[in-house]
């Protein structure tokens, strides 16, 4: 699994952070950033929901 957030797309909304505190953070500015791009299995389901619930579909998970 390779979790990435398309550039640009993001508007800070925060469901990926509490969806999935350990493989999303949040910037200075509000807008999120991987934490971690390959989450242990543990997580991946976690990084799944937070993809799907982020209303800019700005998460991509190859
Ligand atoms: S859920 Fe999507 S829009 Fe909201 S903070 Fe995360 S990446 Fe950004």
Redesign the pocket.
Known sequence: MDVT??SG?????????L?APRV?T?RDD???DVAQARPSKGQQRRAVK??E???????TIA
Do not use: D, K
Request: positive net charge; aromatic residues 4%; charged residues 10%.
């Open positions: 957030i398309v797309a993001c508007i800070g909304s925060g469901q990926c952070t969806l999303f949040r509000g807008t999120a937070a993809a619930h982020c209303p800019e579909r700005a998460i």
